[in-house]
């Protein structure tokens, strides 16, 4: 699975959009982006996953550049309780299913 | 529907006793995943098990360690001789099939060995 680079740490104001970068610049073509965030100690929660399309959830939306290298996760209204550590992680459409955490970004949500 | 359930949510061994960790996927999920998680580190992958198989055991300790998913009943990672370092959140997720679906959490089991 390619590897992916996040910035270690971001703030966000409450009520703005939280916009958080992710380069995986080695990304092939057989190979989505998942998004998963830890709040606290907490099992990690599923938030979004593409392929080359933008995608959008109730939770966030997901755009990923024309040439696949990198990504923005968008929280379009952030809240306190979006507080956490996000995951970027790409992954083969078939064969193992393991996911593979890096060190992610710490997201705090100021009041 | 319920979510993965792992049990227990807490778990204390004394060093060189056995842990046994239980997860229990989602409704009709038959893909099960165990990471483990030390402590201010990320998760790591362990073992990923369809029903009665082990698919992947790539990130297992060689030895102590061992996983199973009978075709009736919840997974079972099992830890004998435990040590102060097998101390850490344990987690399990369950997904559909084993191709490109979002796998699902469990509240993890954290197990303190003293």
């Known amino acids: 699975d390619a590897k992916t680079t996040q910035p270690t740490s971001m703030d966000c104001a409450e009520g703005r959009a939280a916009n958080l970068p992710c380069n995986h610049s080695?990304?092939?073509?057989?190979?989505?982006v998942y998004w998963y965030r830890q709040i606290h100690s907490q099992g990690p929660q599923y938030i979004i996953h593409?392929?080359?399309n933008n995608e959008t959830n109730e939770m966030a939306s997901l755009i990923i550049t024309e040439d696949r290298k990198s990504s923005t996760l968008i929280l379009p209204h952030a809240t306190l309780r979006d507080t956490a550590v996000y995951y970027c992680?790409?992954?083969?459409?078939?064969?193992?299913?393991?996911?593979?955490f890096g060190q992610g970004t710490r997201l705090t949500i100021n009041p | 529907n319920a979510g993965v359930m792992q049990n227990p949510r807490h778990l204390v061994r004394r060093r060189g006793q056995e842990a046994r960790l239980r997860c229990s996927p989602m409704?009709?999920?038959?893909?099960v995943y165990w990471y483990r998680q030390l402590p201010e580190e990320g998760l790591k992958f362990m073992v990923y098990?369809?029903?009665?198989?082990?698919?992947?055991e790539s990130g297992m300790p060689k030895e102590r360690f061992s996983a199973e998913f009978p075709k009736e009943g919840p997974s079972i990672l099992r830890i004998q001789q435990v040590v102060r370092g097998d101390s850490a959140a344990y987690f399990c997720?369950?997904?559909?099939?084993?191709?490109?679906?979002?796998?699902?959490f469990g509240q993890g089991t954290r197990l303190t060995v003293v």
């Open positions: 409704k009709g999920h038959s893909h």
């Open positions: 098990l369809q029903k009665e198989n082990i698919i992947d």
């Open positions: 080695t990304i092939s073509g057989n190979e989505y």
């Open positions: 997720a369950s997904s559909v099939t084993g191709t490109n679906t979002e796998a699902f």
């Open positions: 593409g392929l080359k």
């Open positions: 992680i790409v992954r083969v459409i078939q064969g193992a299913q393991k996911l593979v």
